[in-house]
């Protein structure tokens, strides 16, 4: 089916944050919209904040001063819910309560025409449930936006077992002719991005927990080495622990206790201890007035370094290499099982097995591993682990090497898969499974993670990217040296590395 066209009225319930977004999102597309609250006051006072957020853009610059004329008239609170009986579409946005918006939906059902389309901005709810009892539960889909809903690009649009393909179509169009990025999910616990998203938070987590580094140099990891926008101390402090911890309980629960959603007593005690992040001033950081953030923990070296030997493929690391030659050092190549040599040192990428384990097993004196980066070649930072038997000077030539290049070393303990290596693996795992199951397409996964949660990459195509054989040998190492069903492989990560193919046929 098309999209609804802009005539079609679009009504929304809920004068929240979110509910006022999606308002505006519609209104700016085009629709006249009816806001509806049943707070007394509140819709109107949502389409003035609404009026006061375009004024503002026109003063900036952004914003034609007629067109926001135009979006403000096009938006009319309603005082009562009958008011809402002629519209073509309804999204609900009030509170997350299955039995409070199944007793909304029923009331829609009565009020509004049988061609009406029902959707839910839900977050974790799941969309067959709110359906049920209805006489048309087709006409019952979720179109999840992402908080603040003008800004934020993605929307999942959310299929139950009795959702119409077609009114699903519909309102997929309609999201794209809004201007945002949609994309279909089945209704699974956490739809895609609340369920993909987990392991970014876990495994900091975990790793902290386990001592690998402190917030700050895990932070700095994942934005420096990995890529994404914030490390995931940072952004659960932005989010809020009490909202964060909420979700994966929840996803934790939805899935029977799946060991691979397990929430983190380092979370719940802060949560225990009412440090909630940015709202209440304290989270994994300080934010009261004058307190200052920690650094990273960083290595340097006053050694100095002319070239190195390369044996082999270095694999997702190889890029590092230009790099070097640019900085001006000797690159020596001869074949080999994918390392780098420079003096006592030997450098590789983590394979998910702890360097000491992975000295012994191959024979490595003084072997350094290296962590992933989303660019090798931009990257200003690299995480480093070593074995135990790695003598001092190797550890200084390492960092000397990577020095030279112009590339900050951070220090992580023998962990297996390092910070940004694990994180990532886990995530396209993650993803993986929710192919596996039907949730989402690999290119839908891809584009809800980036476009919801700003990934610089989509985790299945940086599988690709990595090679998925690499990938499965690394969660196989996890799982072997934590014996838990958490790192187990995706069954189609692991058939599609069988098959050699790929989940996108281009990078």
Known sequence: ??????????????????????????AQAGHPVRLYDNRPGA???????????????????????????????????ADALQELADA???????????????????????????????????????????ATGLKHPGRVIGMHFFNPAPLMALVEIVSGLDSDPALADSLHATAKAWNKKPVH?????????????????????RLLQEGAADCATLDALLRD????????FELTDLIGHDVNYAVTCSVFDAYYGDFRFQPSLIQKELVDAGRLGRKSGRGFYDYAEGAQRPNASELSSDLSVDGCVVEGDLGAAEPLLAR????????????????????????????????????????????????????????????????????????????????????????????????????????ANEGADAVLQGVGSAADIDLAMQAGVNYPRGPLAW????????????????????????????????????EGRVFHDQL
């Open 185 to 205: 999910t089945r209704s699974t616990p956490g739809f895609i991005v609340n369920r993909v998203a987990r392991p970014f938070y876990a495994e900091s987590l």
């Open 88 to 130: 073509h579409l309804v999204i609900e946005a009030i509170v997350e309560n299955l039995e409070v918006k199944r007793s909304l939906l029923r009331e829609l059902e009565a009020l509004c025409a049988p061609t009406c389309i029902l959707a839910s901005n839900t977050s974790s709810l799941s969309i067959t449930s709110l």
């Open 225 to 232: 080495a990995g890529g994404f926008r914030m490390g995931a």
């Open 324 to 427: 070097l030659q640019a900085a001006g050092l000797a690159v020596t190549r001869r074949d080999g099982a994918g390392l780098l040599r420079v003096g006592d040192a030997v450098l590789a990428l983590s394979d998910g097995r702890l360097a000491s384990q992975r000295a012994r097993e191959d024979g490595l004196a003084n072997l350094v591993l290296l962590d992933l980066a989303l660019d090798y070649t931009k990257a200003s930072r690299l995480g480093i682990s070593w074995a135990a038997d790695t003598s001092k000077l190797a550890r200084d030539q390492a960092v000397a090497l990577l020095q030279r290049a112009g590339i900050t070393a951070s220090p992580l303990a023998d962990l297996p898969g390092l910070a940004v290596l694990r994180t990532v693996a886990m995530l």
């Open 1 to 26: 089916m098309p999209a609804l066209p802009n005539t079609s009225l679009v009504a929304v319930i809920g004068a929240g944050a979110m509910g006022a977004g999606i308002a505006q999102v519609a």
């Open 463 to 498: 599988a690709d990217a990595i090679g998925l054989p690499c990938v499965l040998r690394i969660l196989d190492n996890l799982q072997a040296a934590y014996g838990e069903t958490r790192y187990r492989p995706s069954l189609l990560l692991r058939r599609h590395a069988a």
């Open 43 to 77: 819709a109107a006072q949502a389409v003035e904040g609404i009026a006061r957020q375009l004024a503002r853009l026109v003063e900036k610059g952004k914003l034609d001063a007629d067109a926001q004329r135009a979006i403000v008239a096009r938006l009319q609170p």
